[in-house]
């Protein structure tokens, strides 16, 4: 209040100048402070009113300025706070990404090394299998060979008989005399 008190005097000073500068407003007329003491209160029962009608409507504008202000301040921070958390997350992920990394790589040479064991085992035992069919096989081959060969053998043996039985007369005697014994 005192800053528009201070106002309102120097702006009376410099009008009772300005009316002083200018003659006035006659000849032989002169002005005095006293003079624009009626101006004064018209401009402060104008000012009053203003002020007065005003007075609610700006109370409600600042109310609602200072109410946004602080709303927008609490939004932020709250953004703040969450930013906040998402970084202290993202930074312990970071943190943590050399571990994954290498519990990954840890992961992977175990599945390898049961990998390779796997296969090793499986192809030992396929590897003991075809072995094993194998030596069936071949058994089975030489041992069809074998009675081929013993068949072969034996008709062999009763062709050349046939044939000495036929060529020598003696034995075909023999021959006939056991065959009838036989009977």
Request: charged share 25%; hydrophobic share 45%; aromatic share 6%.
């Amino acid at each position: 209040m005192r800053f528009w008190t201070a106002y309102a005097f120097i702006a009376l000073g410099f009008a009772t100048k300005a009316l002083a500068a200018g003659g006035g407003h006659g000849e032989g007329h002169h002005s005095s402070i006293t003079d624009l003491i009626a101006p004064a209160v018209n401009v402060a029962i104008l000012l009053g009113v203003l002020a007065w009608k005003l007075k609610g409507p700006l109370a409600a504008y600042f109310n609602k300025q200072s109410d946004d202000i602080a709303n927008t301040i609490e939004r932020v921070n709250l953004k703040s706070k969450e930013a906040k958390m998402l970084l202290e997350s993202e930074e312990r992920k970071a943190a943590n990404v050399a571990n994954e990394v290498k519990a990954i790589h840890a992961q992977a040479e175990n599945e390898v090394l049961a990998f390779e064991k796997n296969l090793s085992r499986e192809t030992d035992e396929r590897t003991q299998k075809l072995k094993s069919d194998a030596n069936l096989k071949l058994q089975a081959d030489k041992k069809a060979a074998m009675d081929e060969l013993n068949a072969e053998l034996l008709n062999e043996v009763i062709a050349k008989t046939k044939s000495t039985i036929k060529t020598n007369k003696d034995y075909q005697s023999k021959v006939s005399s056991k065959l009838l014994k036989g009977l």
